[in-house]
């Protein structure tokens, strides 16, 4: 009776523990049929493409990319709880997964508290991702982060974040991330140098702003020195709420605090601003419109991304989505739809210098 008694004891505090637990595995699923002019082809011996040409290939991650993770969390009482996830990126139409990893999008430990905010520690999306949501197109691969050659969706290791509560509209988000190197900034030891930045947000029933800032190292010396890969960022948001409209505009101020442009490869600055809207004409389609313009100092040239695009629900998991984009250059810019490096390779998927990239895709969206 008493081995009775206790064993009783023993599964209701193992049943009581497991309540207070949660893991949940997740995932998205998006491919799409794509098809683009404007791609370079023709190469030379070393590689660099002398003509273009047009493609229909089917693609993984147009809208979004797909991925699959495991997150979870444990109540500590008193509105705290342990949290973590670890999240890995793949693409879908070949099953393949990162080289960076198995966990390369995410793998975090942290606590949360419903009064006092949320803090994590591990590999992460660094805030410059916090564009996503005032971007029109939520950071498709041909929206924010193209002109700028992705320089604001980078993900950052070594990092220690902090995400606030909302206080009367405002809420507070930070990172840093450690270069890891006998040097503060990064001295050609590590993969990465040290990283930083922070923003801060209200919002209201009308409309959203967010003010932020952030600066990402060249892990080779800790300095800025391309504005694409080693760079400050300044950024300001709005979003404004018009019943079945959604108007959204950002200016990006990207700069490499007098570092000097290497020959070729990058100016010292960017100046980079977008606009669009989203029409919501039923709880399940959505159209969207939006423009994207960027101007480099140096010579280096400006282009404007032109798209239009949109989505329709199934259900609440499944998504069909759209869009239609071109990307115009000046006689020296060569940025194409994806937010590829500055290279006038075959490789590379840009378009020659001066040249017009154009494209649509037709995709298919799941999340589990």
Known sequence: MKKLIISTLLIGMALEAHAQSSLTLYGRLDEAVEYMSGVPT?????????GSTHRFRLVGGDW???????????DLGGGSKVIF???????????????????????????????YGTFAMGRQLFIANDVWDFDPFGQSFWSSATLVRGRNWPFSSNNISYQSPKFGGFEFAGQY??????????NGTTAQGREAGAHVTYT???????????????????GFDNPFTASREY???????????????????????GGTATAGVAPTSLDHEWGGVTWQATPAAALIAAIYHVNANKGAGNATLYTIGG??????????NMQIATTRNSKAANFGLFPNNSGTTVSSDNPLPGHTQSGAYVGVQHVF
């Open 204 to 222: 209201s029933a009308l409309f959203q702003v967010r003010a932020m800032f952030d600066e990402i190292r060249n892990p080779a010396n800790g």
């Open 311 to 320: 989505s329709y629900n199934f259900s609440k998991r499944t998504m069909l």
């Open 177 to 186: 991330s450690f270069s890891n190197a006998t040097s503060f900034n990064g």
């Open 64 to 74: 979004q990319g797909s991925y699959w993770g495991i997150k979870g969390a444990e």
């Open 42 to 50: 023709n190469p030379d011996a070393s590689g660099v493409a002398h």
């Open 235 to 257: 950024s300001a948001m709005a979003n404004l709420f018009l019943g079945q409209f959604k108007i959204q505009g950002v200016y990006q101020a990207i700069r490499t605090s």
């Open 85 to 115: 996830r670890l999240e890995s990126g793949f693409n879908i139409t070949t099953g393949q997964g990162s080289p960076d990893g198995i966990f390369n999008r995410w793998a975090q430990v942290g606590v949360a508290n419903d009064r």
